[in-house]
């Protein structure tokens, strides 16, 4: 059983209603990462992966986002395994469905925090939501220029610009690293509020054990596999 939100459980979806799945990941770089990782994420599900720099967290994420094509193994998404498809086809299920939110921010220097929204928002059709807006406390934000945002305002904007496209699935790389306590549980309860809402699905990597704990489902990546922790 997975936990929600609120700490409840709750039975978890059939495999029909897997948003994404991967079966016998593995990779390597200068040593192998991991091994035969199966992995998948449900409609509402958020899911933390724990462990030590280096373990390989942030690689399992770039290979279930789109961005790295696993040594072996197989990401399947809406049936067809993604890094089979053309690359064309692969950029737009990134540009549509996916979002991905990285602890450097990667926002567009030289422009307004309204601007960087309004980036993502031509290239996604969506309108920028202005609930979402308050959610981040972001308001007095929205006409400076990012660069003269302190780091933890960049990164709520950053945040935001993801957000804005309406993604079905969210990855999350150490997303709070610079954020203080308070605001990086704001945060992250807007991301879990969004998932709840839209059925969609979070993957976060963190080194934050409190901030993993609100999430349903929590792995440790340690000695080259998946290991179910409740925390």
Do not use: W
Request: net charge positive.
């Amino acid at each position: 059983m997975q936990k929600t939100h609120s700490g409840t459980s709750s039975a978890p979806s059939s495999a029909k209603e897997l948003l994404i799945e991967a079966k016998a990941l593995s990779h390597a770089f200068d040593y192998t990462l991991f091994e035969n990782i199966d992995i998948a994420i449900r409609p509402g599900e958020s899911i933390a992966i724990l462990g030590i720099s280096g373990s390989g967290k942030s690689t399992l994420l770039h290979i279930l986002s789109t961005l790295l094509k696993p040594d072996s193994g197989h990401v399947l998404y809406n049936g067809a395994d993604m890094y089979t498809l053309p690359d064309k086809k692969l950029l737009e299920i990134r540009r549509r469905d996916i979002g991905i939110i990285f602890q450097s921010h990667y926002l567009f220097k030289g422009f307004s925090a309204q601007e960087n929204l309004e980036i993502s928002s031509r290239i996604s059709d969506k309108k920028i939501d202005s609930e979402l807006i308050k959610k981040l406390k972001i308001e007095d934000t929205m006409h400076k220029n990012v660069s003269l945002l302190s780091g933890g305002q960049q990164q709520r904007v950053s945040i935001a610009r993801v957000l804005v496209k309406k993604p079905k699935l969210i990855f999350a790389d150490e997303p709070t690293g610079n954020l203080d306590r308070e605001t990086a549980y704001e945060v992250i309860d807007v991301m879990l509020d969004y998932i709840t809402e839209t059925k969609g699905g979070l993957f976060i990597v963190t080194h934050d054990e409190k901030i993993a704990a609100r999430c349903t489902t929590v792995y440790r990546l340690k000695e080259k596999r998946l290991i179910p922790v409740i925390l």
